[in-house]
């Protein structure tokens, strides 16, 4: 539980929950990452690199009618920090942390929930109450990645090696990626309060931490080769992994937080009513929010 939904378990609401609908079918491993698919969709579009945060703009009127059509995408990266996104009722201006103004007749948001929680981005005028109380009240959890890489394979093939625990601060799993792709390793995944404080280690720290679950439940584990470490909750691009559902909270705050302001479209895993915290959540929002735009 605390795996899936990027928390701890006194957290996570069982009201709204149900496996079958939100997990259904069998799970899948992009063995060569994301990128393949990120590549594909970006042919032909206007992308500009060196911009913090997603957003889609579309310059003219209607495509179909045969007027200039436009996509400009700015993509997350780490240079420039989107600042301000200021709408009128003929045009989008977005603003740069260098001064630059981009401007469109919409925009589609995709920022991280986290990234919307901080307030670091402007909005003017303000979004409606409806809006920032979806933003406050919707919770994000924090699952990272520890991936430890070895000269060879000691351990079963099976696809989790789950570590148990006294308590739920404790309980985590490996991902045997060894299954899928053939290379000799292991990612140890631990969520909610666990993850953020091995935030607060060394990227060695945490390492070392992982391999000492891992020996946990292979005492004859041989140490890693090299080590790989995110730090999604701490990152200022995301200040978390991904949504899940807080206790108490009502289903509706995802689709609210869907629904357009004017001329801005809201997208992302977090607006997705029926695949929260999912990647194809997040796609089908987006598709949803282009066409909508």
């Known amino acids: 539980m605390e795996g899936w939904f990027a928390t701890d378990a006194d957290a996570i609401s069982l009201q709204c929950w149900d496996q079958e609908v939100l997990l259904p079918g069998g799970h899948g491993l992009m063995v060569r ?12 579009l206007d992308i500009r690199l060196g911009h913090r945060y997603a957003y889609l703009c579309f310059s003219s009127k209607c495509y179909e009618h045969g007027s200039t059509f436009r996509l400009l995408v700015l993509i997350q990266a780490l240079l420039l920090r989107v600042v301000e996104i200021v709408r009128h009722w003929n045009r989008v201006e977005v603003t740069v942390s260098n001064g630059k103004t981009f401007v469109a007749d919409a925009a589609v948001i995709t920022v991280p929930l986290g990234v919307l929680k901080s307030n670091t981005i402007k909005f003017e ?11 406050r009240e919707l919770s994000v959890g924090v699952e990272n990645k520890i991936v430890l890489h070895f000269s060879e394979v000691f351990w079963p093939n099976v696809e989790f090696l789950g570590v148990v625990s006294s308590t739920t601060y404790g309980c ?21 309060r666990l993850a953020c404080d091995i935030e607060k280690m060394s990227d060695e720290a945490a390492a070392q931490f992982a391999f000492s679950q891992l020996k946990k439940i292979l005492p004859n584990a041989a140490e890693p080769l090299n080590y790989l470490v995110s730090h999604w909750g701490s990152d200022e691009n995301t200040l978390g992994s991904y949504t899940f559902d807080g206790v108490g909270k009502p289903r509706d705050l995802y689709e609210k937080l869907r629904i357009p302001v004017d001329n801005l479209f809201f997208a992302g895993e977090a607006t997705s009513v029926q695949y929260t915290g999912t990647v194809h959540g997040a796609f089908s929002t987006g598709e949803m929010a282009a066409e909508e735009c």
């Not at 990452?33 to 032909?44: E, F, M």
């Not at 005028?125 to 933003?135: D, G």
């Open 33 to 44: 990452g994301y990128r393949p698919v990120i590549n594909t969709l970006a042919k032909g």
């Open 125 to 135: 005028p303000r979004l409606p109450e409806w809006k920032e109380e979806a933003i």
């Open 172 to 192: 985590s799993y490996f991902l045997n990626l060894h299954k899928a792709t053939g290379h000799a390793v292991l990612v140890y995944m631990p969520a909610g």
